[in-house]
Nanobody, 126 residues
Framework: QVQLVESGGGSVQPGGSLRLSCAASGFPSSRYCMGWFRQGPGMEREGVAQVSSSGVTTYADSMKGRFTISRDNAKNTLYLQMDSLKPEDSAMYYC????????????????????WGQGTQVSVSS
């Protein structure tokens, strides 16, 4: 049974950092494209970052340079390091497993992901 469990969310001041984790079970996450998405209040769910099975990473333009996606295959865990956080980064963050792994920014389209975690909340405010 595929399961994805996010953790690491919380409240932080602007300019601060958080590290999100996504523990995968029921499958070897190293063999799949994995991604992070976020959804703010009243907003569509949007792609944040993706890592392919070969380690190629893709970021949404607004997160590039501030967020880093990584994976620990031995722990079957996906991470999202978020630095220089802004109030507009406040959202529920979800990790997901892709059914298909297109190259480039298409890899951030939610239509290609078929398994989702329950999410972890991130709030950025002073």
């Amino acid at each position: 049974q595929v399961q994805l469990v996010e953790s690491g969310g919380g409240s932080v001041q602007p300019g601060g950092s958080l590290r999100l984790s996504c523990a995968a079970s029921g499958f070897p996450s190293s063999r799949y494209c994995m991604g992070w998405f976020r959804q703010g209040p009243g907003m569509e769910r949007e792609g944040v970052a993706q890592v392919s099975s070969s380690g190629v990473t893709t970021y949404a333009d607004s997160m590039k340079g501030r967020f880093t996606i990584s994976r620990d295959n031995a722990k079957n865990t996906l991470y999202l390091q978020m630095d220089s956080l802004k109030p507009e980064d406040s959202a529920m963050y979800y990790c997901a497993r892709a059914a298909l792994c297109p190259a480039g920014h298409a890899g951030l389209w939610r239509r290609f992901y078929n398994y989702w975690g329950q999410g972890t909340q991130v709030s950025v405010s002073s």
